[in-house]
């Protein structure tokens, strides 16, 4: 029986698979069907939506979008897609991922689909192909370890790959404060008490994706990376770093992948790095030493008001979030290779808890500016509502203050921030040009929460380059082609190079070429503008 997978895209607080990610989704599900003696095809929502056939005996759909947010190329399937592929499909079709496991999709999805796995898909369609009955379970430690082997090759279908393909690494599932109950609003307790991947299984997986062409990871799926393999778990709500631990994972992945581009890791929680500093310290050296430059560790903060804290259960109060920002700059601010510095902590805020009021954005902006005039670096804020996964909260109340909130934000803090964080002229290394919009070209660089770069003028697609800061938005920032040759580079490009604009790169194309210092001075009407223009330009 040929299964077809079908991966429409997921996005969960702690698992990236919107391209250029592929999540352990598909990767899981594929080496379950070869385990049980299946075959399968790997399809793309994307692909799908450019005319490829749904072929195969069963249908296989992954979905589930449970933190959506705005994206740069593909697009997480949607309601209205789900029901017309269910509509399309003759044979027997299954649903599963995280829209059914967390009870997000339609009622009516019951009917169109034979059926909805509510727990592992891996694990539901291995019973499937066996047994010809279904049951909804979680996979086993054994089985985990070898379906992330055997449908590692998947990855070689994936439309990214092999550039800019990142693979999505589980390492974990669970929260080690599930014994308090954790935040009222998180999934990650549901799953009781948290099983940490064994390293060994971690590295084969890796190695195995390795061997067939990926080079880029991320070490996600993890309430807390400072968490693993820690000391205390079950015992304490901030359990003490393991540094060896993690930095002989850390080792062990750069082993088995000779070719690896790019490593990232994913969130922790900064009460676990505020109450064990010189730990985190060393979890954090290992970090610059074995990952790529540009990582973020996500810190779900949520809230700098007492009052969510207190009704919501939040483990980190702003002392202790400030604390652990300073610690990570103190090690991670350094400048890496990427032209970022080599690990920064991103901030989580969460608007439609329990206790808020219009003050809790008071809170919230006070405690970001103070992070500011600091002169400590975040590397990205992210600010959304709640999801009502585990109850129901006022998501609405404040919608308003919401919305104010983040506008003030990306306007005040986000801008200047950024500007902080890459000053003009900063040369940021291996950027893939993604998307034409218009006369602008978009790229970003490979990793977690990449920053989007503008270029303002066309060029090639499906490329890596060098670009050199020239400008900044709230959330994104402008760059030229570096090194950009005045005697090859468009009318646009030179245009583009601050302080000449289109009358004065006309200047320079009538007076190519251009063979020293002296002539390119010469072409302008302004010695200054000319000096200035000379750090971004090259003369060849």
């Not at 592992?120 to 010809?132: K, N, P, T, V, Y």
């Not at 060994?200 to 990871?217: A, M, P, W």
């Amino acid at each position: 029986m040929e299964i077809l997978i079908l991966d429409g895209y997921v996005d969960e607080p702690s698992c990236l698979g919107v391209p250029p990610y592929i999540s352990p989704y598909p990767r899981y599900l594929a080496g379950a069907v070869e385990d049980s003696g299946h075959s399968y095809r790997y399809l793309t929502i994307d692909r799908f939506r450019k005319g490829e056939e749904l072929k195969g005996d069963m249908l296989v759909l992954i979905a589930g979008c449970l933190v959506p947010g705005k994206y740069l190329r593909g697009m997480p399937v949607s309601d209205r897609e789900i029901a017309h592929i269910a509509e399309r499909f003759e044979g027997t079709k299954v649903l599963g991922g995280p829209l059914v496991r967390f009870g997000f999709h339609k009622s009516e999805f019951g009917n169109m689909f034979d059926h909805l796995a509510k727990k592992d898909l891996d694990a539901f369609m291995f019973d499937l192909l066996e047994s010809g009955g279904f049951s909804d379970r979680d996979r086993e430690p054994d089985e985990w370890a070898r379906w992330a082997v055997k449908g590692a090759k998947t990855s070689k279908l994936h439309p990214d790959f092999p550039q800019p393909l990142i693979a999505e690494i589980d390492m974990s599932r669970g929260c080690a404060r599930y014994f308090t109950g954790g935040c009222s609003f998180c999934i990650e307790p549901m799953y009781g008490k948290p099983f940490y991947r064994d390293p060994e299984d971690v590295i084969k997986e890796i190695g195995e994706l390795s061997r067939n062409g990926v080079t880029n990871f991320r070490l996600g799926g993890q309430a807390c990376l400072f968490c693993y393999d820690a000391e205390g778990i079950g015992e304490t709500e901030t359990p003490e770093p393991n540094p060896s631990g993690i930095e002989s994972l850390l080792m062990g992945i750069h082993n088995v992948s000779p070719n690896l581009k790019v490593l990232h890791t994913d969130n922790a929680d900064p009460a676990v790095i505020a109450a064990h500093p010189e730990k985190s310290r060393e979890v954090l050296r290992s970090l610059v030493k074995y990952c790529t430059s540009g990582n973020v560790l996500s810190f779900g903060m949520e809230s700098a008001d007492p009052e969510v804290m207190e009704k919501n259960n939040l483990n980190a109060k702003p002392e202790d979030v400030l604390k652990a920002i300073e610690i990570v700059n103190s090690v991670g601010a350094v400048i890496g290779p990427t032209g970022l510095p080599a690990v920064l902590p991103g901030i989580n805020f969460i608007s439609g808890l329990d206790g808020e009021t219009k003050e809790t954005f008071e809170h919230n902006f006070r405690f970001l500016k103070d992070v500011l005039d600091s002169g400590l670096l975040l590397r990205r804020i992210n600010i959304r509502q709640v999801l009502e996964v585990r109850g129901k909260f006022p998501v609405r109340k404040h919608y308003k203050e919401f919305r104010r909130f983040k506008k003030k934000v990306r306007e005040e803090i986000d801008r200047p921030m950024l500007e902080r964080l890459v000053p003009k002229k900063t040369l940021l290394k291996d950027v893939y040009m993604e998307l034409a919009k218009g006369k602008t070209t978009f790229g970003r660089q490979i990793g977690s929460y990449p920053l989007l770069v503008g270029i303002p003028y066309e060029t090639e697609l499906n490329k890596f380059v060098d670009l050199i800061i020239t400008d900044h938005g709230q959330r994104s920032i402008t760059g030229i082609e570096h090194p950009l040759d005045v005697n090859t580079a468009s009318l646009g490009a030179l245009a583009s190079i601050p302080g000449i604009g289109s009358k004065r790169a006309a200047r320079i194309f009538r007076a190519r070429p251009i063979r020293s210092k002296g002539d390119f001075i010469d072409s302008l009407d302004d010695e200054s503008v000319a000096e200035e223009a000379l750090d971004y330009v090259t003369i060849r």
